[in-house]
């Protein structure tokens, strides 16, 4: 008995030394990367994010490759979120919405009104408070190297445009995955829906939704508008996105190839926002054609003053953070 278990490892062993020298002959492995996207084709996001496939393949030679599953088919946002800070999912585009639930800083991001406009965002992010975000997800194992737009999102509805904090009052509004826009909601006297954003389409063809928010682009390319009468300009929220890789992905590739990697990221990051612009600018002309009723609202002060309560609750639960709050004013 003893003998045999001896042979069959010496035996194994042999074979293994052989393999290994096989593996030293042949070729180094390309690494097929797999990234995550909730956008259909020709959205702006999905555009640069194959780009940036194209783009590191090209230039690392075939040394990592890399696919980008669109429409979500690989999970939903915080299933998707989960598998590429677990490295079973290489890259990815996520919101920073879905992302407060894991990574608490980005919280600061999806508060009503935190930032004036998309200039205030981009300077925010671009500049060292992005750092800081940056080194927040680094934590949670998703290394950010570049930030997309996602535009201001506002409120859609089937009944009536909004104009006052009162017209929201009991309409059914899905809000993605983070408690923050179930109180920014219910702040407005409506009530919130958390749901994927795959789901909402159905719902607001049954009725189980009266409405939804979004930016333009999203609103349009989600047929939303198909079902939605109303787009009402409350802009409550610009929220930036990440260009993310899954950390374990980022610390197999060599100096050499994450500094090809971390180009080709903001590369792409620049593609996006030029895109977006034009985007929005075309998916609001095809909702406008297509007959949905579009309303300026006029005092936006009054949505931005029952937002007290969202902020005063946010910064007692997280004290630590007030002062990032009152960094990111004070850049505006
Ligand atoms: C889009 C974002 C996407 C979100 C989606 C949503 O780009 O990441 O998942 O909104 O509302 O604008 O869920």
Redesign the pocket.
């Known amino acids: 008995m003893q003998t045999k278990t001896i042979k069959s490892g010496a035996l194994l062993s042999a074979s293994t030394i052989t393999a290994s020298m096989m593996l030293f002959a042949a070729p180094v492995q390309a690494e097929d990367w797999r990234g995550w996207n ?2 259909p084709p020709g959205y702006p ?1 999905t555009v640069a994010l194959e780009a940036f496939a194209e783009a590191i393949e090209e230039d690392t030679e075939g040394r990592v490759t890399a696919r980008v599953y669109n429409n979500a088919v690989l999970g939903d ?1 915080p299933d998707a979120i989960e598998q590429t800070r677990s490295g079973a999912l290489n890259f990815a585009n996520f ?1 920073m919405g ?1 992302m407060g639930p894991i990574v608490k800083e980005t919280n600061v991001l999806s508060l009503p009104f935190i930032f004036d406009d998309v200039d205030h965002m981009h300077r925010v992010m671009d500049g060292e408070i992005g750092e800081r975000f940056a080194d927040a997800l680094a934590e949670q194992n998703l290394i950010a190297l570049s930030w997309f737009d ?1 535009g201001a999102r506002s409120l859609y509805n089937t009944e009536k445009p909004i104009k006052t904090p009162a017209d929201v009052e009991g309409l059914k509004i899905r809000v ?1 995955n983070n408690d923050l826009y179930v109180d920014m909601i219910e702040s407005l006297g409506g009530n919130a829906t958390p749901m994927a ?1 795959g789901e909402v389409y159905q719902s607001l063809t049954t009725g189980v939704l009266d409405g939804a928010e ?2 333009y682009p ?1 609103f349009e390319s989600s047929n939303h508008y198909e079902v939605v009468g109303y787009y009402s300009l409350t802009e409550h929220l610009i929220i930036p ?1 990440c260009l993310c890789i899954a950390k374990s992905s980022w610390e197999a590739l060599s100096e050499e190839d994450q500094e090809i990697i971390e180009a080709a990221a903001i590369e792409a990051s620049e593609m996006q926002r030029q895109l977006w612009v034009e985007s929005s600018e075309e998916s609001k002309q095809k909702v406008l054609d297509a007959g949905v009723e579009i309303n300026e609202v006029e005092d936006k002060a009054e949505f931005q003053e029952l937002m007290q309560p969202v902020y005063d609750d946010f910064i007692a639960e997280n004290p630590e953070l007030e002062s990032l709050i009152e960094d990111i004013r004070s850049a505006s």
Do not use: F, G, K, T
């Open positions: 909730i956008h996001n946002q919101n879905p996602s993605m954003y979004n930016n999203s996105e």
